[in-house]
Structure formats: C-alpha cells, structure tokens
C-alpha cells in the first residue's frame, strides 16, 4: 500500500493494549496520529516509542469521560491541523464488575460513561473537524458481550457495548450526508492489559479461554489494529454503519 500523506488520526485510551497497535499501524500507514489517555508518564513514552520508528505522533492527556475536557481537546486538535480524517474510539473496559442487585448508581454511571458516553462526547466534538476531512470516519468498539450478556458481574459492560452497537448505527444516518461513514469493531478476546487482573489472579481461567475460539488461540492487538487501518482506509470507502468482529471465530460459541 502507498502511503497516506497529511492524514490526521485521533485514537482515544491509546496509550496501551489496542489503542497503542492502532496508533503505530496508522501511523505506519502515514497517518498523523494524535493519542489520548489518562496515563501521561504512558503517553510520552509511547509517543517516543513512535517517534523512533519515524511516525509523527502526539499525546494529549485528558479524560475521556468529561464532556467539558473532552470538547476542549479534541477541538483543540481540530483547530491546529485544520480536519480530522479518522477517530478511533478505542478507550473503554469493564470498569467494575457488580451484579445489577449490588451495583450503585455511581458504578453504572462510571462504566456507562467510560464506554458510551465517551463515544458521544468524542464524536460529537470531531464532526466539525471530521467533515473537513477526507474519507472521513468513526471507528467504535464493540464486544460479543453486547450479544451475549458478557459473564456474571460484567452485564453493565455488555450493556454499555449494546449501546455503542446502537450509536454506530445511528451515527452513521446522522453523518452519510457528509460522506463520513462510521464503522465498529467487536474484538473477541484479546491479550492486552484489559485482562491483567484474572490473568494474574485465575491463570487457569486465563489459558482456558483459548478453548472457546475456533481458531484455538486469543488475539494480538496488532489483529484489531490491522481491522481497524481497513475500515478507515479508501478500501473500504463503501462501508458505513458496519460491526466486524475480530474473534477467531470466538462469536459462534464452542
Ligand atoms: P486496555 O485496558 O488495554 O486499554 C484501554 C485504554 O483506555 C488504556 O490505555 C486506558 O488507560 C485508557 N482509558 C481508560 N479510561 C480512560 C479515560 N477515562 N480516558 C481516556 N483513556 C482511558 O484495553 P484494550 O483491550 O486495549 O481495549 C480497547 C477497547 O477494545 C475497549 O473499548 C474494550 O472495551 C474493547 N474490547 C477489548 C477486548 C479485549 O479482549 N481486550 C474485547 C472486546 C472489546
């Protein structure tokens, strides 16, 4: 593939696990990438990490959950390179794992936030810039939980991902009339820091999980990455309010 030139990417919770592999695979691809997090010590590093591979990258630190921070920031990024081509709503996770008899109210607001409203908020501060774009596109993530209900404690999660699977739908009728088409991804299980904790704790449970997937292993992050480089490039100019899972065949339930 030639590469892309004075694209602008904007890759939110990017400065680890899918995120990062999305920045570096775009950023290979010639994108200008922007990364979010909330982990600064994170983001510098990750930016160098980048830069010493020749990519063009920068970090900006604030929270995805604030609407306030948010519009300022991604504005901000919107002002100083004129349009955003690409903006990956890649920050998310489980949050607090609680059956809905326990869960508070501050718990559902949290994890709801951290996965839904992150994409509202995000979004509706890129659409000026997006429409300046070019092939401009929203990449969300969703999750077989949104299917299935995820496991006990998570369905708060599972449910915040229905939501994201309903926004991309309807995002993408909002935007077709500005060519900016908006596309998900449903990860299947992969090793990334999302999974550190029963990964430390249950190691057992950890490597039974492969058992589940068709294709006998969990995924890279650089698979999600590979993904997501498609659905925002020319190749996929023609895909708009699409969900493409990324599970080794994980979806159909062994
Ligand atoms: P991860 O935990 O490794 O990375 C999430 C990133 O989001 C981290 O860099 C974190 O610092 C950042 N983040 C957290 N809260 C934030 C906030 N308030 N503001 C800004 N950034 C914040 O997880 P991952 O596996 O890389 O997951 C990426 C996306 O893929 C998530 O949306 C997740 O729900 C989805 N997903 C992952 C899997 C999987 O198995 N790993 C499966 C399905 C869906």
Redesign the pocket.
């Known amino acids: 593939m030639s590469k892309i030139e004075g694209k602008i990417a904007v890759i939110?919770?990017?400065?680890?696990?899918?995120?990062?592999?999305v920045a570096k695979r775009l950023g290979k691809d010639g994108y200008t990438v922007i990364l979010?997090?909330?982990?600064d010590d994170?983001g510098l590093k990750a930016v160098e990490e980048l830069a010493a591979d020749g990519i063009t990258a920068e970090y900006y630190g604030?929270?995805?959950?604030?609407d306030e921070e948010v519009t300022k920031n991604i504005s901000e990024i919107g002002e100083k390179y004129g349009k955003i081509d690409a903006l990956i709503?890649?920050?998310?996770?489980?949050?607090v794992r609680a059956r809905f008899e326990e869960m508070t109210t501050a718990e559902y607001k949290f994890v709801m936030?951290?996965?839904l409203d992150?994409v509202f908020f995000a979004s509706r501060a890129a659409i000026p810039f997006l429409k300046k774009g070019e092939n401009a596109s929203i990449i969300n993530?969703?999750?077989?939980?949104a299917w299935n209900g995820a496991g006990p404690g998570a369905g708060i999660?599972a449910t915040s991902?229905g939501g994201?699977q309903s926004i991309t739908r309807a995002l993408a009728k909002d935007l077709a009339e500005y060519n900016i088409r908006v596309n998900a991804?449903?990860?299947?299980?992969?090793?990334?820091?999302?999974?550190?904790q029963i990964k430390a704790t249950k190691p057992e449970v950890f490597a039974s999980w492969k058992n589940s997937v068709l294709l006998g292993r969990?995924?890279e992050?650089e698979e999600?990455a590979g993904v997501v480089a498609f659905l925002v490039s020319d190749d996929a100019s023609f895909i708009t309010a699409e969900t493409i899972q990324i599970?080794g065949g994980q979806a159909l339930g062994i």
């Open positions: 939110t919770g990017a400065t680890g696990g899918i995120g990062f592999a979010n997090g909330i982990e994170k604030f929270d995805i959950t604030n709503n890649n920050a998310g996770g489980i949050g936030g951290l996965n992150s993530y969703t999750s077989n939980a999660y991902k994201v991804v449903s990860p299947g299980t992969i090793d990334t820091p999302f999974h550190a969990l995924g992050p999600v599970g």
